[in-house]
């Protein structure tokens, strides 16, 4: 294993390069979350829905056994989705529909709970995870740029897609000592997982759609999959790490009866660490590619957290898509601590407005 598994990530890489299906995997970590995302290196107390890795880095050694429920919502209304399409309806005309062409929807949340067994050796998680995307734009038929009056019929359609997955698994975590390359010392972390979900599209005219339409059932699916992940640490300056989730693709059937498949994910990040402060970078390796006629998707995420005293800690990030497909979004967040809980929080924004939230608690015993 020692020589062969970093020759295996390589060629998987190799394999898998391009396009991924569907958004990234929510990141379902408030830590990462307030850091723009970013915590593909980043050791934190959490399941490793990030880096399964990351998992036997929790902090608490003295405890061998944790509970972590979190939660989060992001909502993101891109250039006035919903009051363009209410003003297009009102006053139909080629101004409001093209106006309406630039915005969209995009609706994110995820919720997971889980149990970590920790010893010396290695560290085991059992899960729960839920998470769901959604999205909703305007699909343009340029004739309808040149229809005159509001009595006439147009021919555009708002199209919905969406993805709603559970995942119940678990993970195993340790670290091996690597010839290869000399890397030395490396964690790693494998997760087994079931996923059961529905993949859905849905079209409405742009004359008579509803914001409460654009959600609907899809058929619902099931099958197996893996994560694995990496995290190597230089001392106390440097980290780096790499994860690959959904390994094997799962299919889901959608209602129309095409299938949509889910995966493969990967991600690589880098983080500097200082005295008080982290300094983390994660970039997607694929671009990932939503239901529907939405754009590729591909995150740069930067982040940073400061300790205050062992007690609290400050968050910041910044999320960029380089494929230009969803907005920049900012985060800032905070954790409390104690010898045997910690609670997190992070607000995610952009142009000054909130678009979500989410918390996570951490209890050791």
Do not use: C
């Not at 929790?58 to 909502?75: G, K, N, Q, W």
């Not at 920790?118 to 229809?147: G, K, M, P, W």
């Amino acid at each position: 294993m020692n020589k062969t598994l970093p020759l295996l990530i390589a060629v998987y890489l190799s394999g898998v390069a391009g396009t991924a299906h569907a958004l990234s995997p929510p990141v379902i970590d408030t830590e990462a979350l307030a850091m723009g995302g970013a915590g593909v290196s980043s050791a934190s107390d959490n399941l490793g829905n990030i880096n399964p890795a990351l998992v036997g880095a929790a902090s608490r050694v003295d405890s061998e056994f944790y509970m972590t429920p979190t939660l989060h919502y992001i909502d993101y209304n891109i250039n006035d989705f919903s009051e363009k399409l209410q003003s297009f309806q009102k006053d139909p005309s080629a101004q409001a529909l093209n106006s309406l062409n630039d915005s969209g929807i995009f609706y994110n949340w995820g919720a997971t709970f889980g149990i970590i067994l920790h010893s010396h050796l290695a560290t085991s998680t059992i899960f729960l995870s839920s998470y769901s995307q959604s999205y909703s734009r305007l699909r343009l038929v340029e004739s309808d740029l040149s229809i005159p009056g509001s009595g006439s019929e147009y021919d555009s359609v708002i199209e919905t897609a969406a993805l709603s997955i559970a995942e119940a698994g678990v993970s195993y975590t340790s670290s091996t000592s690597w010839r290869f390359a000399n890397l030395g010392d490396v964690k790693w972390g494998l997760t087994g997982k079931m996923l059961t979900g529905a993949a859905h599209q849905s079209e409405q005219q742009v004359k008579s759609a509803s914001v409460d339409g654009f959600n609907s059932d899809g058929k619902t699916s099931q099958g197996l999959s893996f994560d694995v992940g990496l995290l190597k640490e230089w001392g106390r300056d440097w980290a780096a790490g790499v994860t690959l989730k959904n390994i094997y693709p799962v299919k889901f059937t959608l209602t129309d009866g095409g299938s949509y498949r889910y995966g493969p994910h990967a991600k690589v990040g880098v983080t500097r660490i200082g005295y008080r402060h982290r300094i983390t970078l994660d970039l997607d390796l694929l671009k990932s590619r939503p239901l529907g006629i939405y754009e590729p998707t591909q995150m740069l995420a930067l982040g940073m957290d400061y300790d205050l005293g062992g007690y609290l800690k400050l968050r910041a990030g910044l999320n960029y898509d380089i494929q230009d497909t969803l907005p920049d979004t900012y985060s800032v967040g905070v954790s409390i601590n104690s010898q045997y809980f910690q609670i997190s929080l992070a607000l995610i924004g952009r142009s000054g407005t909130i678009n979500g939230l989410g918390i996570q608690t951490t209890i050791g015993f």
